[in-house]
């Protein structure tokens, strides 16, 4: 099955940059979602097909893919950003996994 | 508005079967794809397939193939999805999750299905 790796955890302190890879075999070629999860509550999309943002999603958070690797990027991160994270590409000829999830943790 | 609501927590012993249900409102329930993914305690998110609510079609992780079956009903715009012969491993949240145009854009709030011996 196709395999996605995330880095476990991520610090970041307030204000600064936050960048999350996903890396997969070609996964630029897949149309990657990200979704954000806090404890207790169920996940939120936050990017859609690459670097789309649903509405109401705040303009600090930001996407790309290329190659074998797909970012998120929080900028200007703020402790509401603290939280789990998701990647999750898109591609009907495969199953739908998601990546290992990486903790972002605001310092 | 869109809303997914999921039935309520189960406990079950180990090698019977439990079923979810996720009933859709706010928006024409034979035109999206439902996904469920599910969530081991401490754990990442798992997709377990999804289900074609207009047509019944269906396409089941791997992993779960001979054990999952994903069903739904138009009339009370329900999806269900029953997985059987549950073992320990099966502990986990069950969400449901509605699939628009390459992307989940709304999930249930979420089932504990609870599996003791």
């Known amino acids: 099955s196709y395999e996605l790796t995330q880095p476990p955890s991520v610090s970041v302190s307030p204000g600064q940059t936050a960048s999350i890879t996903c890396s997969g075999n070609n996964l630029g070629d897949r149309y990657t979602s990200w979704y954000q999860q806090k404890p207790g509550q169920s996940p939120v999309l936050v990017i859609y097909q690459n670097y789309k943002r649903p509405s109401g999603i705040p303009e600090r958070f930001s996407g790309s893919n290329s190659g074998n690797t797909a970012t998120l990027t929080i900028s200007g991160t703020q402790d509401m950003d603290e939280a789990d994270y998701y990647c999750q590409p898109w591609d009907s000829s495969t199953e739908y996994v998601f990546g290992t999830g990486t903790k972002v943790t605001v310092l | 508005q869109v809303q997914l609501v999921q039935s309520g927590a189960e406990v079950k012993k180990s090698g019977a079967s439990v079923k979810v249900s996720c009933k859709a409102s706010?928006?024409?329930?034979?035109?999206?794809?439902m996904h469920w993914v599910r969530q081991a305690p401490g754990q990442g998110l798992e997709w377990m397939g999804w289900i074609n609510p207009n047509s019944g079609n269906t396409n089941y992780a791997q992993k779960f193939q001979g054990r999952v079956t994903m069903t739904s009903d138009t009339s009370i715009t329900t999806a269900y999805v029953e997985l059987s012969r549950l073992t320990s491993d099966d502990t986990a949240v069950y969400y449901c999750?509605?699939?628009?145009?390459?992307?989940?854009?709304?999930w249930g709030q979420g089932t504990l299905v609870t599996v003791s011996s």
């Open positions: 999750a509605r699939e628009m145009n390459k992307m989940v854009d709304y």
């Open positions: 706010g928006y024409t329930f034979t035109g999206y794809y």
